[in-house]
């Protein structure tokens, strides 16, 4: 058994104003996904002007979309009860699924201003996004959300007290998701991207292995305390939403290849 980390969710204060680790860790990922996206500009054939205002863009979708997300599908009594708990993304409660529909609709607004084409776009995207969900996975565990399922492995913590959770050893979920949404995903994609490849293949395979990694953790993590299990007593929410991705990613990766096959045959002939 290893002790849960002690760390002040608050990473510093300015007199009353107070700086959360979980909004901090928002600050990295999209600093990180700036800082490759300028390295990869002409690509595009954008400046780095415009990859500026495609982070811009995509800080939008990300927050917007992510706390409505979460509204929606995890905890809307919480937004009918207090409108003004929308605006606090420091306390927790961004969803994923959410935020990459904000960053969908972001990518198509961006791509019809500058007369890209829209999957050309997501592939190019795709590799920039998983700093962030590392790092916001990050903010998950110093915030102690997403506590795992009771474990006897040599890892397995103790999670603090305030969550309610008893002093029975759990996964350390959040790090799960941490090494493969974010190490994982991102070392993979950003291989795979160095040279061409099939239009569609990169966004494809973002929401394959995504998709994948995270309907695997959910294994091991502890159902939303508000929602339980959706289906058979196993299936949680952030799996059911997980299905459509997983799908979605193998078709643009199975067209991809059949593309990429048909274009060896033709050069053969």
Do not use: C
């Amino acid at each position: 058994m290893m002790p849960y980390p002690q760390i002040d969710p608050v990473a510093f204060s300015l007199g009353p104003v107070q700086l959360h680790w979980y909004g901090l860790m928002y600050v990295v990922g999209l600093t990180a996904a700036w800082w490759l996206g300028r390295r990869r500009a002409h690509r595009l054939g954008l400046t780095h002007d415009d990859i500026d205002d495609l982070i811009f863009y995509g800080a939008l979708g990300v927050v917007i979309g992510g706390r409505l997300g979460y509204a929606l599908f995890y905890d809307s009594d919480a937004w009918l009860t207090d409108p003004w708990w929308l605006l606090k993304v420091w306390e927790g409660g961004m969803s994923f699924h959410g935020g990459l529909a904000g960053v969908l609709v972001a990518a198509w607004l961006f791509a019809r201003r500058h007369r890209l084409v829209y999957l050309q776009l997501t592939d190019f995207i795709a590799p920039l996004v998983p700093i962030g969900l590392g790092t916001g996975r990050l903010g998950n565990f110093i915030n102690h959300e997403l506590p795992g399922r009771v474990s006897d492995l040599p890892w397995a913590m103790v999670f603090p007290p305030m969550m309610g959770l008893g002093s029975e050893p759990r996964h350390p979920s959040a790090l799960y998701e941490f090494a493969l949404e974010g190490v994982v995903l991102f070392a993979l994609l950003w291989w795979l991207s160095r040279r061409p490849q099939q239009q569609g293949m990169i966004s494809g395979l973002f929401l394959l292995l995504y998709g994948a990694f995270r309907f695997t953790v959910e294994f091991v993590r502890l159902p939303d305390p508000q929602l339980g299990f959706i289906a058979f007593d196993w299936l949680t929410m952030g799996q059911l939403l997980t299905l459509p991705m997983m799908a979605a990613g193998a078709l643009l990766v199975i067209s991809g290849h059949r593309r990429q096959r048909a274009m060896v045959v033709s050069s053969e002939h």
